[in-house]
C-alpha cells in the first residue's frame, strides 16, 4: 500500500485528538461546494448528571482508542469522512483510489466497531 495517504490525513488527527472535546452549541460547519450553515441548538437540553458524563467520557476514549488502533489507512478514511465531512468520491480520488474501496474500507470499520465497540455501546 503506498503510504502517499499519510500527509493527505495529518490536518484530521488534531479532530481525533480533540474527540473529547464537545464543541459548544452553536457552530459554523462548511460543505465541500463552499456553502456554510450555522448549526444551533435552541432547545437546551437537561444537564447530564455526573454519572452520564463520566460514561460519555468512557466513550469518547473507547472510540478514540479504537480509531487509533486501526491501520493508518482505515484511519485516513475514518477521519475524513466523519471527522473532515469528505465525501467517498473525494476521498477516493485524493487517495488515488476507486470509490468502491472506501466504501469497502468504512464496511471493515463498521465491522471492527460493531465488534470491538459493542461492549461500551450496551451501556
Partial sequence: MDPHFYPMCNA??????????????????????????????TIADPKPTIEEQMILEDMRGEVRAFVEGLTPYLQCVVIRRFW???????????????RPA???????VTR???????PVLAQ
Fill in 12 to 41: 484530521g488527527l488534531e479532530t481525533l485528538y480533540g474527540l473529547a472535546n464537545v464543541g459548544s452549541t452553536n457552530e459554523t460547519m462548511q460543505f465541500e461546494d463552499g456553502s456554510v450553515v450555522e448549526v444551533g441548538d
Fill in 84 to 98: 473532515m465531512n469528505h465525501s467517498p468520491q473525494k476521498i477516493a480520488d485524493d487517495l488515488g483510489r476507486r
Fill in 102 to 108: 472506501i466504501y469497502d474500507a468504512l464496511a471493515r
Fill in 112 to 118: 471492527l466497531g460493531k465488534r470491538d465497540l459493542a
